[in-house]
């Protein structure tokens, strides 16, 4: 579901799941283009316990697609 895609990313980058992670990450691209609102719990949760690998995530997303 669409409240799933951003725990599926996370995880998917945890266990270095490159295919799986660049699917949700496009999955959200298209939602926030589409203008729906994305929960985003477990991405803050992770941006304040592991804010180096969020950024690098954020990274991949963005550049390494």
Known sequence: TDDNAVDIMVASYEINQKALFHAASKFLFK???????IETGSWDKLK?????????????????F
Do not use: I, S, V
């Not at 939602?31 to 609102?37: E, F, I, P, Q, S």
């Open 31 to 37: 939602l926030k283009l589409a203008g729906k609102t």
């Open 48 to 64: 304040t316990n592991n804010p180096t690998m969020a950024l690098e995530m954020m990274n991949e997303a963005l550049f390494h």
